[in-house]
């Protein structure tokens, strides 16, 4: 293989390490933040990750493989640093409260990808719907004050915010019932 096909390589291999990075970093710290509750330890924990794949340099099939493969790295990290801590993570503790299990680290993941589609669904969102949906959804605003704090009639926030919903249905079709329970954790 010539050299500058070889550096092409990598140079596309670390602009997909990086989209991944961008794509599955919030959505990593909030799982880890459900297994060891400390928010730069969280954060720690997924940047320490992320450069023990890129400096081993390891290669995926697919995006579902490095997602499998990340999740995973950060559930194995988190649970050995509660170990150095001293916190019991072996079978016998798998009942208690504090202890994370195979399932509850299962059903995070589960949750922050969910998370992560509706982040990236309301990013796609256009500046004033994104603004209009947020102020609603995530902000519990009512019409009136979003009216108000953007400077635009009520007749048009309600249009905005109905654009919004529609959008926001259609990109997330598959999931969109679960967008208002998970509303408040974005």
Known sequence: MPITEIFYTFDSWFYLMELYFRKYYQSLCYFAMNIVHDENLCEDIVQEVFVRTISL??????????????????????LSHLQKQGRSVGLEDVDTADTPTAESCDNEIVRAEIIRMIRDAIESLPPRYREVFRMAYIDKMKNEEIAEALGISLNTVKVIRQRAKTRMRELLKDIYPLLFIFANQL
Request: hydrophobic share 35%; glycine share 0%; net charge neutral.
């Open 57 to 78: 340099q390891m290669q995926f099939d697919s995006e579902l493989h490095f997602r499998q493969y990340i999740y995973a790295a950060v559930r194995n990290s988190c």
